[in-house]
């Protein structure tokens, strides 16, 4: 199937030129908030609010004059923004609203002149008669009300801060806008992705709007055609493959049931002892070949018979039927069955001939493994919408590695719970019914026994009221 690509009528723009729009709308949008604030100054001045900074300088050169003439300097700190302190000849304070550390630091400070400086405040100094004024001030805007003053730092200040936070929220959301652009534009790279993992090969191709983005999806593109010959490639092999083993499997019947026939009829005529030796190497080995080609079988049958002839199933009849397999296999090795049913649906959807199967191949390998006069627990619950049956038996258990590879197939790599009837396709084919039915397999060791614990869950259909 051909990918068809589909484009937006928009031209593809590199990353970088995404990002340099961006920056320019970031520096635009800046400016504008600088004139804002400008403009929000001037005319809170314009309407008062805010008195200009030389306002203070004005007031305090007034008060010199005040000073000078003879008259009482009485500042009032509701208007004026200037404050004062009277001294004898000698340096002390007499009068005035600055402190004495700041009254000292003026009266040092105006020594050898009329005036002084240290940031933030200006110093003017004026004689009267035996007193000696001096005035401070600050050159800066100030609000004109007294609890603005008092409350709020000087509006060049706040200006400054009302700046950086705007200008700090202004980064924050454009970064947000720009991450989200970008992962608009990164999202059809996201889900081809997404649709490549899942081996979903047939989908389309749209076009991000950037060069970048559009170079990677387009050489995915490729990539996902190559990738999606090859897998049909190797999806005919396997085919092919499975095909002429089971059709193999199947050939090699024929001729190894005449062997064995005409091997049987051998061992009913009169031979030597040596011969009768003989004869049973030959039928032990017909019967193991006969196994192999049953396992080589079973495998064609789990990987390509995958047809799920679903029905809903008799739970009643489904577990008498399971319980008289149970009490057959375990009677030649004389092991106790415990079984419990718990709350089980009237009757649940699978199909019975696998689910049958499946449940058989964890009977066997629990009856195999157990030990002689063990016993054997089958435990069948309603969890939920799910039907769970459990079977543990008292045998040695399952290795670490076991417990991680056991549903491989062909694994015989755990030593305690390997047999000569075993050939590592049990769970195997256990683990493929149970998924086909959409349930899961755990395998684990039993706290209580020690030995090894199978649980397969299976849905229940959603029709189906549970008892």
């Not at 193991?288 to 008799?314: C, H, V």
């Amino acid at each position: 199937m051909e990918v068809t690509k589909k484009t937006n009528s928009q031209k593809p723009v590199k990353l970088r030129t995404l990002f340099i729009r961006y920056l320019f709308a970031f520096c635009i949008g800046t400016f504008l908030l600088a004139l804002l604030l400008i403009a929000a100054l001037y005319s809170l001045m314009a309407s008062g609010v805010i008195l200009p900074s030389n306002y203070a300088e004005k007031q305090a050169l007034a008060a010199i004059e005040t000073v000078k003439a003879g008259k009482t300097l009485s500042p009032n700190p509701k208007r004026d923004l200037y404050k004062y302190a009277k001294y004898t000849p000698g340096g002390k304070m007499i009068a005035g609203n600055l402190s004495d550390q700041s009254a000292k630091a003026a009266w040092d400070l105006t020594q050898q002149s009329e005036s002084g400086q240290k940031f933030p405040f200006y110093y003017l100094k004026a004689n009267h008669n035996s007193d000696v004024y001096i005035i401070r001030y600050s050159i800066a805007m100030q609000f004109n009300s007294l609890y603005l003053r008092k409350y709020l730092p000087a509006p060049e200040l706040l200006a400054i801060l009302l700046f950086c936070a705007a200008f700090l929220v202004e980064g924050a959301v454009m970064a947000s806008s720009f991450a989200r652009k970008l992962t608009r534009r990164m999202s059809g790279l996201q889900q081809a992705t997404k649709k490549i993992q899942e081996q979903d090969l047939d989908f389309s191709i749209e076009s991000s709007g950037v060069v970048e983005i559009d170079n990677v999806l387009y050489s995915m593109d490729k990539m996902k055609e190559a990738l999606k010959v090859s897998l049909n490639k190797q999806w005919d092999l396997e085919q092919t493959r499975r095909e002429q083993i089971s059709a193999l499997a199947h050939d090699v019947k024929t001729p190894l049931t005449i062997v064995r026939g005409n091997v049987e009829l051998l061992a009913e005529t009169n031979q030597t002892g040596e011969q009768q030796d003989y004869t049973n190497y030959i039928m032990e080995s017909t019967r193991q070949m006969e196994q192999y080609i049953k396992t080589l079988i079973e495998i064609t049958k789990a990987e390509t018979g995958a047809t799920l002839q679903a029905e809903n199933i008799d739970s009643r009849n489904y577990l008498d039927n399971i319980e008289r397999q149970i009490n057959a296999l375990a009677a030649v090795d004389k092991l106790e069955v415990d079984i419990s049913v718990r709350n089980v649906p009237p009757a649940f959807y699978g199909d019975p001939g696998l689910l049958h199967r499946a449940m058989m191949n964890v009977l066997s390998n629990a009856v195999e493994f157990s030990p002689k006069h063990g016993r054997i627990w089958f435990v069948a619950e309603a969890v939920e919408d799910r039907i769970r049956f459990a079977v543990t038996d008292e045998g040695p258990g399952f290795s670490k590695a076991a417990l991680k590879q056991a549903t491989g197939q062909f694994y015989m790599g755990d030593p305690a719970r390997r047999s000569k009837n075993h050939y590592g396709m049990g769970l195997y084919i256990t683990k493929f019914i149970t998924n086909l039915h959409g349930g899961t397999l755990q395998i684990d060791n039993s706290p209580q026994t020690g030995g090894g614990q199978v649980t397969i869950e299976i849905p229940v259909k959603p029709s189906i009221l549970l008892t």
